[in-house]
């Protein structure tokens, strides 16, 4: 049991009036230092309201904007989600700034360290004058020691708190950043499937222009063999198809691409993609637009949260610096044994022990701390415009989504219209020319016409699905995480 005579007791009274008269001084040291300098982060102006959405009428699903129903992307999507070199690498990020965030907070804390050694000392006698002469003072001696150290930063004006929530707020900034590139990743896959079933569409209608254009051939053939028709009507019905069929076999390049991006998107291999898409999907039905409000972007889209985070950070580097200028008090001890005898490193005499205070702080640095105080207001504001471009490149990106829906709505609904008219136009034309009321050039003209508006209302279609998408990813995809 300790007393009153214990000699560390005695040395940390002795320490009392100098630890105050430290805290004192700091405190001085405070009041001149005087606060980081203050930076306008105002929150931008946003509209009431987005130029191109529909009305409030118009009710549908944020979810239904993708194309849940389609098993290739639910495949696809669920195997990425797995194995995307993209979202592993963002995944891992966050590991870092978690890391950063343990470390920032274990400065905070004290630090215990433990050291052992040996140590052998040699000297000249003769440097202590006559009584080195007389053989007292040993030439050589050999020291054993063992030691535990322990030291802690008080941060009495919160530049290591500061740092902590600094690495605090860039695993928000992480975090939002994987969700960023997630949601990226699930619109990107749902682009490229969304174009993998346009292409089948339009190679349905090129098929059926294909077949058309046949059979225009065989019934010129018959009307030639037959005597009634020259033969430059079979070969202008034939060289409709071959048209049909070259504009058929581009589409083998565009199947290529879509394949080779999914690759790389997924970490899949081409046969499990390819499979993947050989699933059968639904027919090209564009949902409805939700409606949204401008404000719902910056709780939504994964950069604006991304950009406020660091914003906050860089908040807090820059409350850190300034408080560089003021004094610092760190407390340390040191309890350890030493002795010239290894027999008597575990005696009580042995035990040696050592408490210091210390407060230090910058007195004249040539405007060293103040440079960097600049450096970080500069990057705090450098961090502030590039929040308000995140919020300005969500309102732009949502303004573009809502009016690409709207036209390609349009443009679809036209397209459609068109293809079922020149269609039934080709049909009257061929039931005329049966019947003797209408010539082979005015078949064949109607075929021409008809030809390719099926393919063209395909991509019109799958160009509306595709707004959808960017809609769904421009408006932050709100319930991505349930997608998959």
Not at 183 to 203: F, H, Q
Not at 238 to 249: F, G, P
Not at 474 to 479: D, F, R, S, V
């Amino acid at each position: 049991m300790q007393t009153g005579n214990d000699p560390m007791r005695r040395l940390a009274h002795t320490f009392a009036r100098p630890l105050a008269a430290i805290a004192l001084t700091a405190a001085l040291g405070a009041c001149v230092a005087g606060p980081a300098p203050e930076i306008a982060t105002p929150t931008p102006q946003l509209p009431t309201n987005f130029l191109y959405a529909p009305d409030q009428s118009t009710s549908a699903s944020l979810d239904g904007l993708l194309p849940t129903g389609d098993p290739a992307f639910r495949e696809l999507s669920s195997r990425a989600l797995d194995s995307a070199p993209s979202l592993a690498e963002a995944l891992a990020r966050i590991e870092g700034a978690r890391a950063g965030a343990r470390r920032a907070g274990a400065e905070r804390l004290p630090r215990i360290d433990a050291d052992a050694n040996v140590t052998e000392n040699r000297i000249n006698p003769a440097q202590f004058g006559d009584a080195g002469q007389g053989g007292f003072i040993p030439r050589s001696q050999t020291s054993y020691g063992a030691n535990l150290v322990a030291s802690w930063d008080a941060d009495l004006f919160g530049r290591l708190r500061s740092q902590e929530r600094a690495a605090l707020a860039r695993i928000d900034a992480a975090d939002a950043s994987a969700n960023a590139v997630r949601i990226a990743l699930i619109s990107e896959i749902a682009g490229n499937v969304t174009d993998w079933r346009t292409l089948a569409a339009r190679t349905e209608a090129l098929q059926e222009d294909v077949e058309a254009a046949q059979q225009l051939a065989r019934l010129a053939k018959t009307r030639e063999d037959a005597g009634l028709a020259p033969g430059f009507d079979r070969v202008r019905a034939e060289a409709q198809a071959s048209a049909s069929r070259s504009r058929l076999a581009a589409l083998q390049s565009e199947r290529a691409r879509i394949v080779g991006r999914l690759v790389t998107l997924t970490g899949l291999d081409g046969q499990s993609v390819n499979a993947a898409l050989a699933l059968a999907g639904p027919s090209l039905e564009p949902a409805p637009a939700p409606t949204a409000l401008p404000s719902e972007l910056l709780a939504n889209r994964p950069d604006v949260l991304a950009a406020a985070a660091e914003l906050a950070a860089t908040d807090q580097d820059l409350a850190a610096t300034a408080r560089s200028r003021f004094p610092r008090l760190t407390l340390s001890a040191v309890l350890g044994l030493l002795a010239f005898d290894p027999e008597d490193l575990f005696d009580e005499d042995s035990i040696v022990g050592t408490l210091t205070a210390g407060i230090a702080g910058p007195l004249l640095d040539f405007g060293r701390i103040e440079a960097e105080i600049d450096s970080a207001a500069a990057n705090k504001k450098a961090a502030f415009a590039a929040y308000r471009g995140a919020v300005f490149q969500a309102l732009g990106d949502a303004e573009t989504a809502y009016g690409l829906i709207e036209a390609s709505d349009a443009e679809a609904l036209l397209a459609v219209k068109e293809r079922d008219e020149l269609e039934r136009a080709a049909a009257l034309a061929n039931t005329r020319y049966r019947a003797g009321l209408a010539d082979f050039l005015t078949v064949l003209e109607a075929r021409r016409a008809a030809d390719a508006s099926g393919e063209r209302a395909a991509a019109a279609l799958g160009r509306a699905q595709r707004a959808r998408i960017l809609l769904w990813q421009a408006l932050g995809g709100e319930n991505s995480r349930n997608e998959a």
